[in-house]
Structures are given as C-alpha cells and as structure tokens.
C-alpha cells in the first residue's frame, strides 16, 4: 500500500507526463493547449506577427447549440506550431439584442489579417443571424488595436449592391433568368449565366464559406461562397482592409465550390475548396491563376490516397493554408473534421502540402514534423 507522500508523487507524475508537450503533428487526434484542454478554434485561421503564430477560430460549445456563436471566436499563439497557449476569447459575442453580432448567432471562419499602414488588426468571418438558419447569409467585419483583442464589431453586410463583377457585363446582367424553382431543367446554365446573382442584385450578393488573403504587395482579398454556394466571388479590400472595393470577380459559376482556402508559390495562386455536403466530407477541388483577378483554372482533386481518403479529403474539410516561416516552399494545409453530433470534439486536420510536377498534393500522414519540409 503506497503512503501519501508516495500517492502526492504519483499524481505529480502523472500530470507532468499529462501536460501537452507536443513536437510533432498527429492529425486526427486530440490537441491540447497549455491548459490540458482540447483547441477549441474551428474553421480556423493563422497569422504570424512579430515571430508568434496566432490561430483565430470558432469557440463550440457542446450539445444542441454546439454550432451556434454561444461564446465567440477564441485566439491562441504559439513560437513553434505544436504548442498552443490560450489567448482567450478575441470577438465577444453580444448580450444586446439590437445588434447583429448577439449570442447564439452564427459566426464561422474567422480570419485575422494585419494592416501595416494602419497598425490595425481586421477580423473577417461569415455571419448568419440568431434563429434564421444559413438565410441572411453575411459578411461581418471587426477590428482591434492589439492581436488577440478584444475586436471591436463594425458591422455585418451582403456585399457589393448594385455592383458588376470586372468579368460580367450589363449585357450579362439583363439577359439573365430568374431561377423559379430547383426543378428547372437548365437551372445550372441559368446560374452560371447570372441568375441567383440578378436576383441579388440590389440587396447585395449572399457571402457564406470565406476566407482573406493578404499579397506580397499588401493587397489583401476576401474570398467567399456565393449564389446560394454554387459561385465564389473574390473581392479587393480598401485600403485599410476595413471594408470591401468594387473590384470582384466571379469564378467557377455553378461550380458548387466552398471552404476556399488560398496559398502563393513561384507566382501563382492555388486555392483549395470542396464541394457542397453539409458537414459531411467531399472529395477537394484545386485550382490555380496567375493572379486573383485572372482566370482561375481546375486542376481535379489535390488527394493522393486511398479511394476513400480521395473522395472524403481525408475526413476533412480546408479551412486554411500557412505558408511556414524560415522554409522554403513549406505550406501546411489545414482543416476541420466536422463532429455535428458534438461540435466541441470537432479535430484538426494538418497535412504537409507537397508538389508533383509542380502541383500542389495531399497526401495522407500520421505523424510528422516541420523537418518533412527539409527534405
């Protein structure tokens, strides 16, 4: 029988060797922070400044809200990717019924981007309203004077009312057909020659799934579902990030593209995103411009793995895509596996994106660290 110093020993020990100390990636599993407690930042995404990751996401809960906005978007930082501190809660939710961003609203794939003419950081996400399902379909933009806030809210909005696309004309506009119902025959071509974006015309363009991207010559861009998920629209920001310029573009209409993730390499833009299954997994879609504004084209499905692994993402969806600081070409695809039966217990999927004949794959690994990108 062990004394009570022996049992205090014991317990020491224990919760020494329980402490998360992690050095490499092991996708899948569960991922603790520095205080014993699972990650909870979904949808997520990363900037670095000032020689510190920070990971931006959305905070579940469990239960049947576990996908409402109960808390808001948590924040945590890290020096070297594998161990995560807790920065606590970045965007509040709002007790205030008057305002857009009230608790139990939905609020998914924060994104955080830093303004360096402003000393500003700007947080972007998609935002439903509270008890009105995926309809108002929104963007909402805050902003803080420090990363890891607390972020002022600005406001929620549908994008560019009244607006034209570079790539689509008045012409284009007035010869559209008002999609009646989902039966109709040729409604892909009717949506892919403007319908759902006629329809939105005057109160501004549905934005859902999304995501920004910051150029090398601080140009930065917001890139979201639209046309009831079946078209993507990227958008030019202002110049202090805060707001969204009239220069879009439409890409891949009638292509059902979401969870649109972006990276940069040797000139050219690669975006990954999925299809539309709920939360259920997709196989990954790929594709690739000269430019944000050029014409996109698709490359097929990024994975390399079994049949099963091909047509489900591995189990996931992409949220993000992190250039690694101090590597050459070293990008980490990153992603969510949904749990909707619980939503808190959702995991992180981190893959190493690697290229073949140039072209960005995926490919399945079960444990790995930043020194793959060494080889």
């Not at 284009?172 to 892909?188: P, S």
């Not at 959702?346 to 004949?357: D, M």
Request: charged share 25%; net charge negative.
């Amino acid at each position: 029988m062990k004394s009570p110093l022996q049992l205090l020993l014991f317990v020491f020990c224990a919760h020494l060797m329980a402490q998360s100390d992690y050095n490499k990636f092991t996708p899948g599993e569960l991922w603790l922070d520095n205080n014993e407690v699972h990650i909870n930042a979904h949808g997520g995404g990363f900037l670095f400044h000032d020689e510190i990751y920070y990971w931006f996401g959305e905070h579940k809960v469990g239960g049947e809200s576990g996908n409402k906005a109960m808390v808001g978007v948590h924040a945590y930082s890290s020096k070297d990717l594998y161990n995560w501190k807790d920065e606590g809660i970045a965007l509040k939710m709002l007790a205030d019924t008057l305002s857009l961003l009230q608790i139990a609203s939905v609020v998914e794939r924060p994104k955080v981007i830093y303004n360096k003419k402003t000393q500003k950081f700007v947080m972007w996400f998609h935002h439903e309203l509270k008890d009105q399902g995926y309809k108002a379909a929104l963007t909402g933009v805050t902003v803080s004077d420090h990363v890891t806030g607390p972020y002022v809210y600005i406001n929620s909005f549908r994008i560019h009312p009244n607006v034209f696309p570079l790539n689509f004309s008045e012409e284009q506009f007035l010869n559209a057909e008002i999609i009646e119902n989902r039966e109709d025959e040729n409604w892909k071509q009717k949506v892919i020659d403007g319908s759902y974006f006629k329809r939105d015309f005057e109160t501004g363009q549905m934005s859902r799934d999304m995501t920004l991207f910051v150029d090398d010559d601080e140009i930065a861009y917001h890139i979201t579902a639209s046309e009831e998920n079946h078209t993507l629209l990227i958008s030019k920001l202002s110049d202090d990030y805060l707001s969204l310029s009239n220069e879009y573009i439409r890409v891949f209409p009638g292509g059902r593209n979401e969870a649109p993730a972006i990276f940069k390499k040797d000139g050219k833009y690669y975006m990954f995103s999925s299809g539309l299954t709920g939360w259920k997994p997709n196989p990954g879609k790929l594709s690739v411009s000269d430019s944000m504004f050029g014409n996109w084209t698709f490359l097929g499905n990024p994975c390399k793995g079994t049949d099963e692994e091909n047509n489900t993402t591995f189990w996931s969806q992409s949220t993000y895509v992190l250039p690694v600081v101090g590597k050459k070409d070293a990008f980490i695809f990153m992603a969510d596996r949904w749990l909707p039966e619980n939503h808190i217990d959702g995991r992180y999927i981190w893959l190493p994106v690697e290229f073949e004949n140039g072209i960005p794959i995926l490919k399945w690994v079960d444990s790995w660290d930043l020194s793959f990108f060494d080889n």
